[in-house]
């Protein structure tokens, strides 16, 4: 009976969602994934899910659809403009959780052994967890624990822990805080922070991840989260159940911009660079964050920040959130890669040096997306702490 409730409070919900939907297809023609010459976009993927649902017909193709999104939120954004901002990203979700997974038609194939790896090992690539902190050998990090008391704990995520790309990141901002004073540390046993597993529909698994880390957080007395992930970001503020009393949370660009304000983060050296920046789908769209990161970058001596055409609420996506790093839809739909490379297309016209972003995701795919385009002497990707360090 349960999962019937669930269905038909699903029914209830799309329902009420989609009758207010005025049909103007306008949510189609921002969607990175869906090319409306041949496929329906956020309205048809919704509509899909409508009928499935009616019909109880609940197939592999409809699956293929409703996770071939990348949960950018930019067909939110565009109907918030012409009706009542329908929850689609929330009901593609939903159908992921609720109908698919529930149905063990979900998640996609080439995702289970992801998944059964953040179960496993905590992160989602199956590397070992022992491994978790080798990134910061030689660098003097404090373990964040019970008996060692830090005021800041850097939670550093499965990409900048393991990715050689991406590892960059976690040790420019180490470097960083270090260079402030701050009381800062990372916990020896962090895990994946599930906000993937749970873009996937596998609620059960976040919560499983969630409450290991919460416990981590409690035992070590963690009262001020800083991060360079904007998905853990975004799970942290908006899906753990801290309650009244969790910590604080900031993504760095808040926590740096404070460093500055206070003086006791100096930027002194000039970097005369003409640089663009990527608005990360879960730091822009899906938490509003757009200012910190352009007033961070604007406080670096002689760096030039020129806008995309496409930037802040407007910003396209690099094509690997809401679980898409880990599987590649049908031919009929856009791929990842050339995603991917649209938006460096968008930097390149900008006529900028380097292009910037604040999201190891977006970092890892930018950064292949130029060298497919055999633009590595045009243009680099950074994450903006690695411009800051050269500043320091
Ligand atoms: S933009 Fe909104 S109102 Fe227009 S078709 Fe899409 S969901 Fe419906
Ligand atoms: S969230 Fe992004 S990828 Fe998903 S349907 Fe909307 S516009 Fe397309």
């Known amino acids: 009976m349960e999962a019937l409730r669930t269905e038909e409070s699903i029914m209830e919900f799309l329902n009420n969602a989609l009758i207010s939907c005025e049909k103007c297809h306008l949510c189609n023609t921002v969607c990175p994934v869906c090319d409306p010459r041949v496929s329906q976009g956020p309205y048809g993927i919704n509509r899909s899910i409508y009928y499935g649902l009616k019909w109880n017909r609940f197939t592999e193709k ?16 565009k109907c918030k403009g012409v009706s009542r901002a329908l929850p689609l990203v929330e009901i593609i979700e939903n159908a992921r959780e609720l109908l698919l997974v529930e149905k063990m038609l979900g998640p996609m194939p080439e995702q289970r052994n992801v998944l059964k790896n953040m179960h496993v090992r905590g992160n989602p690539w199956g590397n070992a967890p022992h491994e978790r902190t080798d990134w910061a050998k030689g660098l003097d990090i404090s373990p964040a624990a019970s008996d060692t008391h830090v005021d800041v704990l850097y939670f550093v995520g499965c990409a900048s822990s393991y990715d050689p790309q991406a590892q960059k990141i976690a040790k420019n901002l180490s470097n960083i805080l270090k260079q402030a004073g701050v009381n800062f540390g990372i916990l020896e046993k962090e895990v994946c922070s599930g906000h993937e597993a749970r873009r996937m529909g596998e609620t059960g698994l976040f919560q499983f991840l969630s409450e290991a880390n919460m416990a981590l957080f409690e035992q070590a007395g963690i009262n001020h989260i800083v991060t360079g992930d904007p998905h853990s970001f975004y799970s942290f503020c908006n899906e753990y159940p801290f309650g009244n009393n969790g910590p604080k949370v900031q993504h760095y660009t808040h926590f740096l911009n404070k460093l500055i304000d206070k003086g006791q983060l100096k930027l002194v050296s000039n970097v005369s660079k003409k640089v663009t920046y990527h608005d990360p789908c879960y730091l822009g769209r899906r938490s509003d964050v757009y200012d910190e990161p352009r007033k961070l970058i604007k406080t670096i001596p002689g760096v030039e920040l020129v806008e995309m055409d496409k930037c802040r609420e407007d910003s396209d996506c690099c094509g690997m959130g809401g679980g898409r790093m880990w599987m590649e839809p049908p031919e009929t739909l856009v791929s990842s890669q050339a ?38 002497d045009v243009i680099q990707v950074m994450d903006i702490t690695e411009l800051i360090v050269s500043a320091l």
Do not use: W
């Open 339 to 376: 995603i991917a490379n649209n938006r460096v297309r968008q930097a390149l016209d900008t006529g900028a040096e380097i292009l910037l972003t604040a999201c190891p995701f977006c970092n890892i795919t930018l950064n292949d997306a130029v060298k497919t385009l055999q633009k590595e």
């Open 62 to 77: 409809l699956r293929d659809l409703v996770y071939s999104c990348t949960t950018c939120g930019k067909c939110v954004v």
